[in-house]
């Protein structure tokens, strides 16, 4: 049941006015999601390849996003525990440098009908400044690295993490006990929810 309705609210994405650019290209939303899903991964909007690719981390940032989560592809993509749900389910457009950011209404439209019909869902990773923001709102830090930091203070519902894009390296240089520390923590957690 809760199967054909998240199908018809992926219709509805589909035919909504707002859309209709994205669907006149053929593009389809970009998201997954699962009745029995115990984790939901809430990064930003997909880029163009993945929106032409149809596939949610199919490229080098889910291998390590996997890596981080320490959880296999077939995990992350066939077991129906693991969910993603990007900020914008279509790719924004190319800005001066990088991607336009997502539009900022669209999650508060979508996000909330898909969540109700994931009930078994232990944990939101929020994956950038944009989730990050959204999901946490005064909560959030000054900066993502300080929000990132922080993220004991969230559990058990939230778990920030920056983007495992390839282009995040300076960050990651800057910043070594996210994978040295942090990620050991994200790691046991998920083990333990797909466990239970």
Known sequence: MREMIIEDIRQAVINDPENQEMTAKGWT???SATPNAKIVLIGQAPGIKTQLRRDVFRDKSGDRL????????????????????????????????????PRPDFFEKWHPLLLAQMPEVELIVLIGSYAQKAYLKKQVKKTMTATVEAYQ????????????SPLNF?????????????VPELQKLVQQILAS
């Not at 890596?67 to 077991?79: A, I």
């Not at 969230?154 to 920056?162: A, K, S, W």
């Not at 990651?172 to 994978?179: C, V």
């Open 153 to 164: 203070e969230y559990l058990p519902t939230y778990f920030p993490i920056p983007h495992p």
């Open 29 to 31: 939303p970009i998201f």
């Open 66 to 101: 996997r890596e981080w989560l320490g959880v296999s592809e077939e995990t992350f993509y066939q077991t129906g525990q693991i969910s993603v749900l990007p900020m914008d389910f279509y790719f924004p457009g190319k800005a001066k440098t990088g991607d336009l950011p």
């Open 170 to 182: 300076r960050w990651l240089n800057k910043n070594p006990d996210f994978e040295a520390k942090t």
